[in-house]
């Protein structure tokens, strides 16, 4: 059965650190477009960053240069090192997985990903 699971949530304080672990099972994630995504309180979701199968990434601009996606194969775990946090990136994260490639999953459209996790809740107060 396929299954997402994030962890690392909680709470900091503006300009601190939080790293986001999504740990999959039954997808192998090597085989997949893997994307993160945030939803606050009344917004849409939206995507923050995504990582191809090659490694390739892509951001938002709104966390260009403070969010770090990675993965480790062997773990088949999907990392987001998130620095220099503000108040705006408080948000529900999530994890999810597509069968896109190249442009379409830096375009990490959410109607694209068919698995996702549970979400993390991340607060960043000022």
């Known amino acids: 059965q396929e299954q997402l699971v994030e962890s690392g949530g909680g709470s900091v304080q503006a300009g601190g650190s939080l790293s986001l672990s999504c740990g999959a099972s039954?997808?192998?994630?090597?085989?997949?477009?893997m994307g993160w995504f945030r939803q606050a309180p009344g917004k849409e979701r939206e995507g923050v960053a995504s990582i191809d199968r090659d490694g390739s990434t892509s951001y938002a601009d709104s966390v260009k240069g403070r969010f770090t996606s990675s993965q480790d194969n062997s773990k088949n775990t999907l990392y987001l090192q998130m620095n220099r946090l503000k108040p705006k990136d408080t948000a529900l994260y999530y994890c999810?997985?597509?069968?896109?490639?190249?442009?379409?999953?830096?375009?990490?459209?959410?109607?694209?990903?068919?698995?996702w996790g549970q979400g993390t809740q991340v607060t960043v107060s000022s």
């Open positions: 999810a997985a597509s069968l896109f490639r190249g442009s379409y999953c830096y375009r990490r459209a959410p109607g694209g990903f068919g698995y």
């Open positions: 039954g997808l192998p994630l090597s085989n997949y477009c």
